[in-house]
T-cell receptor, first 116, second 110 residues
Framework: DTEVTQTPKHLVMGMTNKKSLKCEQH?????MYWYKQKAKKPPELMFV???????INESVPSRFSPECPNSSLLNLHLHALQPEDSALYLC???????????????FGPGTRLTVL | RKEVEQDPGPFNVPEGATVAFNCTYS??????FFWYRQDCRKEPKLLMS???SGNEDGRFTAQLNRASQYISLLIRDSKLSDSATYLC???????????FGDGTTLTVKP
């Protein structure tokens, strides 16, 4: 089973709202990733967690706040977003970190976010 | 120069055609390589990992050339369902993150 689940599938929020995206995997993977993808562009890395600790933050604005409550769950808290933050937000996981021997990433279906 | 570059495409081919995509990478410390396919408005899905010895899965063949620093994907007997964007992904040893190519769009027409 190589399933990564994400909720919600779609989210519409205003610029003053606070919302959270959730990601879950039960493959025993120790690395989890958040990506942002705009239309006709490749996924753009936002955050990487390894063994529940934040290992990479790609200079993401503080209105995006990641959280890894346990090894299976990854959240992305959203606050005071801008319309240009509208995108597909993808979660991925891999057994080990990218660049290691067990680094095949599996993606969740994504959350399509619209900021009004 | 980008760290990972793909054929820009788009590729428009008839059903049954053979099509090949190339992807070059610039960092010699790159150690793992993947092809993903992504359908419109969907997530990337792993198509194949790419090994030094080359690997084949049905109509799909992936090759790695470390000396010239490129990987390739060959699709034989193209089907309409092969229409998608194909992403080349390269992981550098110890980087902790992946580098994506911009993707190559394939449209297979009847």
């Amino acid at each position: 089973d190589t399933e990564v689940t994400q909720t919600p599938k779609h989210l519409v929020m205003g610029m003053t709202n606070k919302k959270s995206l959730k990601c879950e995997q039960h493959m025993g993977h120790r690395a989890m990733y958040w990506y942002k993808q705009k239309a006709k562009k490749p996924p753009e890395l936002m955050f990487v967690y390894s063994y529940e600790k934040l290992s990479i933050n790609e200079s993401v604005p503080s209105r995006f706040s990641p959280e890894c409550p346990n090894s299976s769950l990854l959240n992305l808290h959203l606050h005071a977003l801008q319309p240009e933050d509208s995108a597909l937000y993808l979660c991925a996981s891999s057994q080990g970190l990218a660049g290691g021997r067990t680094d095949t990433q599996y993606f969740g279906p994504g959350t399509r976010l619209t900021v009004l | 120069r980008k760290e990972v570059e793909q054929d820009p495409g788009p590729f428009n081919v008839p059903e049954g055609a053979t099509v090949a995509f190339n992807c070059t990478y610039s960092n010699s410390a790159s150690q793992s390589f993947f092809w993903y396919r992504q359908d419109c408005r969907k997530e990337p899905k792993l198509l194949m990992s790419v090994y030094s010895s080359g690997n084949e899965d049905g109509r799909f063949t992936a090759q790695l050339n470390r000396a010239s620093q490129y990987i390739s994907l060959l699709i034989r007997d193209s089907k309409l369902s092969d229409s998608a964007t194909y992403l080349c992904v390269v992981n550098r040893a110890g980087a902790g993150k992946s580098t994506f190519g911009d993707g190559t769009t394939l449209t297979v027409k009847p």
